[in-house]
């Protein structure tokens, strides 16, 4: 039977209450199934760093590599924390896995399931994709500050794009857009950004060549996140850098019933790493430990993996049993596990 290696990296905060609950569902949904995951867990993230000053080593950098695919909660600790200071666990250890296993694709689906408690009055049909590019644009750390802490400090962020980026993403854009409902928007600033917007521009228009049936729009970033609240159902496949691509998709998660229902994956679609799975939101310090977070992004995070490893019917039980819970779920505020222990009860009713 297959084997899949799983790395695991429940993290900081509500990242390990909510990947328990993902792991119970990954279990229930593969228990039958000639599948076996075989799990290693990496003790990572900003609670790791206090008590060793490790951010993510060689050595377990290569070990996660060594995997199929990753699995992770969230990382990071209370905003602010000063021991935290000079560790930036965001850099060293998320970005530092996105860029180490090319994830240039961050794939954030949004759809609005029945019974999600939007916050818009009459929200229509929601269902789009935002691709996200996630190894240049202002994340590549291409900056620097001088005279610093001075009247005179400079800092620089410089947001790198190149063809071979842009083209690679936006290809594979187009392809989910090809088996979707054939409609692309690129969201940039080229008002602004000419020579950032200007290339995602470009190479849009030239890639858009070779699919004449999809229909190719663009707007303003800023102009977007009005669609994204006024008429989210204008969206299919939306196209879009590392750092326009973060804002949009926790606008998009809260137009959809919440941050705790929207998932992600980090995705290297050539194969040569491991895509690595994630819920869009982050640790949440502020209900660490409370059993108040909602684990449905994370689950509907196992849901995109299973689709990844090319287990699509384990994949849509997932998201039917997801979608299943939802539509009975009404406001009531249950407990973390509550949330997960329900939704493997619908995989196995
Ligand atoms: P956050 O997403 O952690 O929290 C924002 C708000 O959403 C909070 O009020 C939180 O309680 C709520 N929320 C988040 N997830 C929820 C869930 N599953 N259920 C219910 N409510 C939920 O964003 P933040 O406060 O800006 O960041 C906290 C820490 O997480 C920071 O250190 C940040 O850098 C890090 N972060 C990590 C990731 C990641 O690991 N992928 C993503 C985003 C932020
Ligand atoms: C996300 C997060 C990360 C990002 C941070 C924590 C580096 O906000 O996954 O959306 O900006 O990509
Ligand atoms: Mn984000």
């Known amino acids: 039977s297959r084997v899949v290696k799983l790395a695991l990296i429940p993290g900081d905060g509500i990242g390990p209450e909510v990947v328990a609950e993902a792991e119970k569902v990954l279990d229930a949904v593969t228990a039958d199934s000639g599948v076996t ?11 790791r760093y206090l008590e060793t000053g490790d951010t993510l080593s060689d050595e377990d950098l290569a070990a996660i590599a060594a995997h199929d695919a990753i699995l992770l909660g969230a990382v990071g600790g209370v905003p602010g924390d ?69 009247p005179h400090e400079v800092a620089n962020e410089t947001s790198v794009n190149t063809a071979y980026g842009v083209e690679r993403v936006v290809r594979f854009a187009f392809d989910q857009a090809e088996r979707r409902r054939k409609k692309l928007t690129l969201v940039h600033k080229t008002n602004v950004l000419v020579h950032a917007g200007g290339i995602w521009k470009r190479i849009v228009d030239e890639v858009a060549a070779e699919h004449p049936d999809v229909a190719v729009d663009y707007l303003h970033v800023d102009a977007a996140t009005i669609f994204l609240v006024t008429n989210p159902g204008r969206f299919d496949v939306i196209v879009t850098d590392n750092l326009f691509g973060d804002i949009l998709t926790d606008l998009a998660g809260a137009v959809t019933g919440g941050i705790g229902l929207a998932a992600s994956g980090n995705i290297n679609p050539d194969g040569a790493f491991p895509s690595m799975f994630e819920p869009v939101h982050g640790s949440a310090p502020d209900i660490a430990g409370q059993q108040k977070a909602d684990p449905t992004a994370a689950i509907l995070s196992v849901a995109l993996l299973l689709d990844h490893l090319g287990l699509s019917d384990e994949s849509a039980r997932v998201t039917r049993a997801v979608e299943d819970d939802i539509a009975a779920r009404g406001d009531s505020g249950r407990p973390t596990a509550q949330i997960g222990d329900a939704i493997v009860g619908r995989l196995q009713a």
Do not use: M, Q
């Open 37 to 47: 995951f075989e799990k290693t867990r990496f003790s990572l993230g900003a609670a």
């Open 82 to 150: 000063p021991r935290l200071k000079d560790a930036n666990i965001e850099r060293g250890l998320l970005l530092k896995l996105r860029f180490a296993l090319d994830h240039y694709v961050n794939l954030r689906p949004s759809k609005l399931y029945p019974g999600a408690p939007g916050p818009l009055a009459e929200p229509g049909e929601i269902d789009f994709v935002v691709v996200r590019e996630g190894t240049e644009g202002p994340y590549v750390g291409n900056g620097g500050a001088i005279r610093v802490g001075t």
